[in-house]
């Protein structure tokens, strides 16, 4: 909702996910609370455009900061 299936920011986060994240404990925990919490928030976006768009510039923000990191 927030970006394409396909975008360069879901791939992006889904190789954070598969190659970073699922090799630790504590990321282990994220990818959880992220399948836990997400449905409930795809619910809010999809009745809420301004809430949606909220979350895109939450998510816009932190990104540049993981990606540095994470190169």
């Known amino acids: 909702l927030v970006y394409g299936p396909h975008s360069k920011e879901v791939l992006f986060l889904k190789q954070l996910r598969d190659n970073l994240l699922s090799k630790t404990t504590e990321g282990k925990e994220i990818i959880g609370l992220y399948y ?36």
């Open 36 to 71: 836990q919490w997400s449905p409930e928030i795809v619910k809010l976006m999809l009745k809420d455009n301004e809430f949606r768009l909220e979350v895109k510039k939450i998510i816009d923000g932190i990104l540049p900061s993981i990606s540095q990191g994470v190169k």
